[in-house]
């Protein structure tokens, strides 16, 4: 007879002794058998956890208590820890966070069992020296907040915005560049949006920072094509703000899940900003995907070129290709590359990139994977050496078998979801042999963590 869900009721409390961490970042013991997720707790620690939801197999709670607290408990450094995401770690000490980030591999390899899995060779993830201020890009929602203007993130599973003055993750400069237009807005007293009432004109601002240049792009998303008092801000902003060397609008009409719409409008300064990895440039549009961590995204791609030991004969094929980052830093090494990206602007920049870059030996190609490389295979193309870095939703089963109908001598698979490599392994390592997956750490004191797979054909096939 099944258990009945009624045997525990929200409001109760009880002890509990914390095992691990899970892969959303939270503490994880047992009552009665069934497993109880507790945010904000930590293994071998003793807790006194508080019901706050009830289902069928598990339980969520919240610490009314803690009573044994775990040697790798820090204090957190923002005051808002615990109202937003993106900092769901920082209450974990850093070692620990790059211990957490490998057991989350484990775990999942242990869940989906891909054959072999046990002998795996999984090594300490790559951290950061400073786990701090990495973040090159802000995206901060703004309302009225009792009469004055707020700038921040919405509280989980929620439109309940949490003012941000300060937010450890951030660079100084997003953060002191959000900070000065908030209070020029409030000044000037341009309206801002208002959910409830389906009004006002300002909703997002978003900052994003050149590590190498130190320049900034500061974009108004808005609710209409109209921004008041506009040549008043833009002046204000040029004279307190001179790292801001690009000013952009972008019109999102409504109330909607999406932040950005369709329609962007320059209004001061350039157009776009240069940020350069590796020593390749990127010019890079109000609205380009960017990896947030340029520092860690740098070790990446130096990890990725370690795995696949290009040689000037390879022809590289680089899946989920973006704005061409990885297949743009390994150009100089191969023979050919070849990207493709479901994204028609994304591989508009990519083909830009390779043009300020002078590189010729690539193609950009818009479609999806899963359609194109079997399509590049029956005109006769043969890759050697495969890259693919997929979304959280991991790889399409029509790639996955056209990778192993092409079979490249050369495989890195770079995740963002050990999840879904581990279900992808099951697939492939029928053909390929996993050399080794080496965790990296590209959000610090979140609970998200990437791994570069390398991956070789099997010789006896």
Same mark, same amino acid.
């Given at each position: 007879?099944?258990?009945?869900?009624?045997?525990?009721?929200?409001?109760?409390?009880?002890?509990?002794?914390?095992?691990?961490?899970?892969?959303?970042?939270?503490?994880?013991?047992?009552?009665?058998?069934?497993?109880?997720?507790?945010?904000?707790?930590?293994?071998?620690?003793?807790? +006194?956890?508080?019901?706050?939801?009830?289902?069928?197999?598990?339980?969520?709670?919240?610490?009314?208590?803690?009573?044994?607290?775990?040697?790798?408990?820090?204090?957190?450094?923002?005051?808002?820890?615990?109202?937003?995401?993106?900092?769901?770690?920082?209450?974990?000490?850093?070692?620990?966070?790059?211990?957490?980030?490998?057991?989350?591999?484990?775990?999942?390899?242990?869940?989906?069992?891909?054959?072999?899995?046990?002998? =795996?060779?999984?090594?300490?993830?790559?951290?950061?020296?400073?786990?701090?201020? =990495?973040?090159?890009?802000?995206?901060?929602? +703004?309302?009225?907040?009792?009469?004055?203007?707020?700038?921040?993130?919405?509280?989980?599973?929620?439109?309940?915005?949490?003012?941000?003055?300060?937010?450890?993750?951030?660079?100084?400069?997003?953060?002191?560049?959000?900070?000065?237009?908030?209070?020029?807005?409030?000044?000037?007293?341009?309206?801002?949006?208002?959910?409830?009432?389906?009004?006002?004109?300002?909703?997002?601002?978003?900052?994003?920072?050149?590590?190498?240049?130190?320049?900034?792009?500061?974009?108004?998303?808005?609710?209409?094509?109209?921004?008041?008092?506009?040549?008043?801000?833009?002046?204000?902003?040029?004279?307190?703000?001179?790292?801001?060397?690009?000013?952009?609008?972008?019109?999102?009409?409504?109330?909607?899940?999406?932040?950005?719409?369709?329609?962007?409008?320059?209004?001061?300064?350039?157009?776009?900003?240069?940020?350069?990895?590796?020593?390749?440039?990127?010019?890079?549009?109000?609205?380009?995907?960017?990896?947030?961590?340029?520092?860690?995204?740098?070790?990446? =791609?130096?990890?990725?070129?370690?795995?696949?030991?290009?040689?000037?004969?390879?022809?590289?094929?680089?899946?989920?290709?973006?704005?061409?980052?990885?297949?743009?830093?390994?150009?100089?090494?191969?023979?050919?590359?070849?990207?493709?990206?479901?994204?028609?602007?994304?591989?508009?920049?990519?083909?830009?990139?390779?043009?300020?870059?002078?590189?010729?030996?690539?193609?950009?190609?818009?479609?999806?994977?899963?359609?194109?490389?079997?399509?590049?295979?029956?005109?006769?193309?043969?890759?050697?050496?495969?890259?693919?870095?997929?979304?959280?939703?991991?790889?399409?089963?029509?790639?996955?078998?056209?990778?192993?109908?092409?079979?490249?001598?050369?495989?890195? =698979?770079?995740?963002?979801?050990?999840?879904?490599?581990?279900?992808?392994?099951?697939?492939?390592?029928?053909?390929?042999?996993?050399?080794?997956?080496?965790?990296?750490?590209?959000?610090?004191?979140?609970?998200?963590?990437?791994?570069?797979?390398?991956?070789?054909?099997?010789?006896?096939?």
């Amino acid at each position: 007879m099944p258990e009945q869900t009624n045997q525990v009721e929200v409001g109760q409390r009880f002890p509990l002794t914390i095992k691990r961490i899970g892969i959303n970042g939270e503490g994880i013991g047992y009552y009665k058998r069934k497993i109880v997720f507790i945010p904000g707790a930590l293994p071998e620690e003793v807790v +006194v956890a508080e019901v706050t939801n009830v289902a069928p197999r598990f339980i969520e709670a919240k610490v009314h208590k803690l009573r044994q607290s775990s040697p790798q408990r820090v204090t957190p450094k923002d005051a808002t820890y615990g109202q937003v995401g993106g900092i769901e770690l920082e209450h974990l000490s850093y070692p620990g966070q790059l211990a957490f980030k490998k057991d989350v591999v484990v775990q999942a390899l242990e869940k989906f069992k891909p054959q072999g899995y046990a002998k =795996y060779n999984i090594t300490d993830t790559v951290g950061m020296e400073t786990p701090w201020h =990495y973040r090159n890009k802000a995206q901060f929602q +703004v309302r009225e907040i009792d009469g004055h203007l707020a700038a921040g993130l919405y509280a989980p599973s929620s439109h309940t915005l949490i003012d941000l003055p300060e937010f450890a993750t951030q660079t100084d400069l997003t953060m002191k560049i959000i900070r000065t237009v908030l209070k020029l807005v409030e000044s000037l007293g341009i309206p801002v949006f208002d959910e409830t009432k389906n009004a006002g004109i300002l909703k997002t601002l978003v900052v994003r920072e050149s590590f190498s240049t130190g320049e900034a792009q500061l974009t108004f998303i808005t609710n209409s094509p109209k921004l008041p008092q506009k040549h008043a801000l833009i002046t204000a902003i040029q004279a307190e703000l001179p790292e801001v060397v690009s000013i952009m609008q972008n019109i999102k009409k409504g109330k909607n899940v999406l932040v950005w719409g369709d329609q962007t409008i320059h209004l001061a300064g350039q157009e776009t900003i240069m940020e350069t990895l590796n020593g390749v440039h990127f010019e890079l549009t109000a609205r380009a995907f960017f990896q947030l961590n340029p520092v860690q995204t740098a070790k990446m =791609y130096n990890l990725v070129q370690d795995a696949l030991d290009l040689t000037p004969e390879d022809r590289l094929v680089d899946a989920y290709c973006g704005v061409g980052t990885i297949g743009l830093s390994l150009a100089n090494q191969v023979a050919e590359v070849r990207g493709m990206d479901t994204i028609a602007d994304s591989i508009e920049a990519a083909k830009h990139n390779a043009a300020i870059n002078d590189i010729q030996n690539v193609e950009y190609a818009v479609g999806a994977a899963e359609d194109l490389l079997p399509e590049w295979l029956d005109n006769g193309f043969v890759p050697t050496a495969l890259v693919v870095d997929p979304p959280r939703t991991g790889l399409d089963q029509k790639l996955i078998d056209a990778i192993l109908d092409s079979r490249p001598l050369k495989f890195v =698979y770079v995740s963002c979801n050990p999840s879904t490599l581990a279900r992808d392994l099951k697939a492939l390592v029928h053909t390929y042999q996993v050399e080794k997956i080496q965790p990296l750490d590209m959000f610090p004191q979140t609970a998200r963590v990437e791994a570069v797979v390398t991956l070789t054909l099997k010789r006896d096939l």
